[in-house]
């Protein structure tokens, strides 16, 4: 089964850069489907943020206007998110995900705050 | 960016009835492969959103088929029937066809 794990600070600085990384079991990465990173804010609804494929193809959702990276290591059967610049709007349980979103992290709150 | 609009924004029903909850995107959903990339799912309380339905009325493993989706281009529609008090929580839709991936407002269901 496929199981995915998201780790990274849970308290961010604004300013600063969130960096998480999400672990894969039960599926090597490397065999295909792109993977990724939603968030949910506290109470609200649900924004895709960017995806990679193993070949290392990504695509980003433009209202993060470059403040994004998607990166993976094969070899580790992971891949990471970083968001520079961060201010309390990035509040949110992110969540990694296989694409199509069909298997799930349980997602990790970060708060921006000092 | 495709906006997905559901309705309606909340929803009680009586175990055993059915249920319907709708979704309309602006634009089509057809991609250029002759696939419609729109997805539900049901976000538990506490809980990861969970995959019920791919590709419009594909039911993804595990899924009871109490859960079924229709729909074609702009229009789509997630029933439920019976609905069971293990129902209760957050529907979304979800379009792929486009970039960016882009979700409705979400559809609050529970039970009377």
């Known amino acids: 089964q496929v199981q995915l794990q998201e780790s990274g600070p849970g308290l961010v600085e604004p300013s600063e850069t969130l960096s998480l990384t999400c672990d894969v079991s039960g599926y090597s990465i490397s065999s295909g489907y792109f993977w990724g990173w939603i968030r949910q804010p506290p109470g609200r609804g649900l924004e895709w943020i960017a995806r990679i494929y193993h070949s290392g193809i990504t695509n980003y959702n433009p209202s993060l206007k470059g403040r994004v990276s998607i990166s993976v290591d094969t070899s580790k059967n992971q891949f990471s998110l970083r968001l520079t610049s961060v201010t309390a709007a990035d509040t949110a349980i992110y969540y990694c995900?296989?694409?199509?979103?069909?298997?799930w992290g349980q997602g990790i709150l970060v708060t921006v705050s000092s | 960016d495709v906006v997905m609009t559901q309705t309606p924004l909340s929803l009680s029903v009586t175990p055993g009835q059915p249920a319907s909850i709708s979704c309309r995107s602006s634009?089509?959903?057809?991609?250029?492969?002759?696939?419609?990339?729109l997805y539900w799912y049901l976000q538990k309380p506490g809980q990861s959103p969970q995959l019920l339905i791919y590709?419009?009325?594909r039911r993804f493993s595990g899924v009871p088929d109490r859960f079924s989706g229709s729909g074609s281009g702009t229009d789509f529609t997630l029933k439920i029937s019976p609905v069971e008090a293990e129902d209760v929580g957050l529907y979304y839709c979800m379009q792929g066809t486009h970039l960016p991936l882009t979700f409705g407002g979400g559809t609050k269901v529970d039970i009377k």
């Open positions: 634009q089509s959903l057809l991609s250029s492969d002759g696939k419609t990339y």
């Open positions: 590709e419009v009325s």
């Open positions: 995900v296989r694409l199509p979103p069909d298997y």
